[in-house]
């Protein structure tokens, strides 16, 4: 077992030995610059509804560059007059998974997104009966730049790490009628 003292010097110096690393490590490129970009296109939604109807927006989600995303998530916000008690159904390629939080609602795939290449996702949900005038939604996809190794981690662990993530959406709005 290591004397104290010894744990207590390693700590110390793990922020200098850490420093000096990255002091000397090239840069490539900036550290503000996306890893990934996504345009947002196809964007089709249900213009107007009757309230307590049904919703259903689709759109496409595609890398642009300038290196393939590995770690990205593609949906959206939901309108506030959405009826969370209902259930939301949703179609994309094959593997999506989708998580729905409140009006918020994200799905990922099990593939890597090269350059050039889409995803579409189609999402269907039902609005409340007393839902009148214009209902604002939001689709889109996050992409995050994320150190080797942390690839299983979840959005709100990435949030806690301090990782940075870029947002690309596109609005969206229906006018719900009597």
């Known amino acids: 077992m290591p004397h104290p003292i010894v ?4 700590f110390a110096l793990a922020p200098l030995v850490g420093a000096t690393l990255f002091a000397t490590a090239p840069a490539a490129a900036k550290a503000d610059d996306p890893f990934s970009v996504f345009k947002i296109s196809n964007v089709k939604y249900t213009k107007k509804v009757k309230s307590g109807g049904w919703v259903k927006y689709s759109f496409t989600a595609t890398n642009t560059g300038p290196h393939a995303a ?6 959206g916000t939901l309108p506030k007059s959405v009826d969370t008690k209902k259930k939301l159904y949703w179609s ?3 593997g999506t998974q989708c998580d729905w939080a409140g009006r918020e609602f994200w799905c990922w795939t099990p593939h890597i997104l090269e350059v050039d290449e ?3 996702l189609s999402v269907q949900f039902k609005l409340k009966k007393n839902a009148r005038g214009w209902q604002y939604g939001e689709v889109g996809a996050i992409a995050y730049d994320v150190p080797t190794g942390a690839g299983d981690l979840d959005r ?3 949030k806690e790490l301090g990782l940075k993530g870029w947002i690309y959406t596109k609005k969206i709005r229906t006018l719900a009628v009597k």
């Open 7 to 10: 744990k207590i010097a390693s």
């Open 70 to 75: 590995d770690y990205y998530w593609i949906g």
């Open 92 to 94: 994309g390629p094959k």
């Open 118 to 120: 889409s995803d579409r």
């Open 156 to 158: 709100q662990a990435l």
